[in-house]
């Protein structure tokens, strides 16, 4: 995926608003809205179920039949856990060359609330472990295609998939154009914070979408380090501990290389210490590491070791707990050149901090000898979305892709710019037609791979978890 030139030329110059937003009107000449609509299996295509084995390879292998347990549960956790997949279907399809921070992995589940270094509570895109510079469509069609496999779970039809994606493609393009409004730094300070989301509920949600939004937010505010005392921790002989919950939670005294954890821990904090400003550092070191223990964490992200790390500070009252999560490569990498940075750690920070604005305040990366990773708190204000159960229902549904779509122009703007994209994307529908057909395309295409990975699991090719983890 190249730039093209005359995107590379608009670079190199301070063009109006007017000439920014012409220059993103002119890129239509090159890709269309409407082959956005294009979705072709190559003769060529990489088969799935290679695709997850070879991730397999790089990852903790006891934990690997919970991987694909979790994936095997329906196909939109299979649609979840399935990036690699699709940045591989996406490599082959028009592009327009529009570069923003991209999430990597955009469904309609990587969206939530977080705090601010200012203890806001603000809505946005929540994981970014695929992170990576690139062209923005294509995080726009892995969120319009979630919504669209999202909506079949919950026993919808294709017109209401149809709806859910318009609403997506709709909120986007309308805040693309208030976003090139706004001075860069007032961009910079743009938050879909509670005030504001109150707000545009009161205005437009139906009263069961405000209903479900304020108990997402009183969820959010109760979700802190003390909030976790006794759920993760017990009182032992030694003090408090993170309790033990195999294969889930372990306490470890070797690496999978062989490594000393302690010896482990130790080069990692300090790794990470030097990634902080001297005025967070300082405030790190006020806290005293307690305990550590290995944890399985989310769908995509199970396999790569991720840690919890367990501090006190004035007492066991004055709690700390951050969530140390390995960074390998994006699945991105191999479509768009490579970020320019130390460690895969790194590149994840980056983004986060370009995509969310003002995220955690313990927010850093780190290494040891064995791996690259970041680190964040592990609850501290955050309340993450689901589908279906008691999450997200046919009735909220409408309103939250509203949301989506908005909280995802929030983020290309903050990285890219917003003149340009909302010139290429306009005022009209066209860009909605497309990503409704793709959505569709790509939706039976994913119903197509679940097939063909439950086959992988009954036949052996693949391992399975049979308990419920």
């Not at 689901?386 to 939250?400: A, L, Q, R, W, Y």
């Amino acid at each position: 995926m190249m730039t093209s030139k005359l995107y590379k030329s608009f670079l190199q110059k301070n063009l109006s608003p007017q000439e920014r937003f012409d220059l993103g009107k002119s890129i239509r000449k090159q890709i269309s809205r409407p082959s956005l609509a294009e979705f072709k299996i190559p003769s060529n295509r990489h088969s799935p179920v290679d695709i997850l084995l070879e991730q397999a390879k790089t990852r903790i292998p006891k934990y690997i039949p919970i991987r694909h347990a979790r994936m095997a549960v329906d196909p939109f956790a299979f649609f979840r856990g399935s990036a690699a997949i699709m940045a591989n279907d996406l490599a082959d399809l028009p592009s327009p060359p529009i570069k923003v921070q991209l999430c990597g992995d955009m469904h309609v589940s990587n969206f939530g609330f977080f705090s601010t270094t200012e203890h806001q509570l603000v809505f946005g895109i929540n994981d970014f472990d695929e992170t990576l510079p690139g062209n923005f469509d294509w995080d726009l069609k892995r969120l319009a295609a979630s919504a669209m496999i999202a909506s079949q779970l919950l026993g919808q039809d294709q017109a209401y998939g149809e709806m859910i994606v318009r609403n997506i493609s709709t909120a986007y393009r309308n805040n693309l154009h208030r976003y090139a409004a706004i001075p860069f730094i007032d961009l910079k300070r743009s938050y879909i914070d509670e005030k504001v989301l109150l707000s545009a509920a009161t205005s437009h949600a139906n009263p069961a979408s405000q209903k479900y939004l304020e108990r997402l937010l009183n969820k959010a505010r109760k979700n802190n380090s003390q909030g976790l005392i006794g759920k993760l921790t017990e009182v032992t002989s030694a003090g408090m501990r993170l309790i033990e919950q195999p294969p889930l939670i372990e306490h470890l005294t070797l690496s999978i290389h062989g490594g000393k954890i302690s010896e482990l821990n130790d080069e990692g904090l300090n790794s990470y210490m030097q990634s902080l400003a001297e005025d967070r550092k300082n405030l790190l070191l006020r806290y005293k590491w307690v305990d550590s223990a290995r944890k399985v964490a989310g769908v995509g992200s199970v396999g790569t070791s991720c840690w919890i790390l367990y501090f006190e500070g004035r007492d066991v009252s004055d709690p700390l707990f951050l969530q140390t999560k390995q960074a390998q490569k994006s699945v991105l990498a191999p479509f768009f050149p490579s970020s320019q940075f130390g460690s895969e750690g790194e590149r994840v920070v980056h983004g986060q901090c370009l995509i969310q604005g003002a995220p955690d305040l313990f927010l850093g990366f780190g290494k040891t000898t064995e791996l690259e990773f970041y680190i964040r708190q592990l609850r501290d204000m955050k309340g993450g979305i689901s589908i279906g159960e008691d999450g997200i229902n046919t009735k909220v549904f409408p309103d939250f892709a509203k949301l989506f779509g908005w909280a995802l122009a929030n983020a290309h703007s903050r990285s890219g710019d917003p003149a340009v994209l909302a010139g290429y994307c306009g005022k009209s529908e066209a860009l909605d037609d497309a990503l409704v057909d793709f959505s569709i395309a790509y939706s039976k295409q994913n119903e197509a791979d679940y097939s063909t990975f439950l086959k992988a699991i009954h036949s052996g090719k693949m391992s399975c978890a049979t308990e419920n983890f």
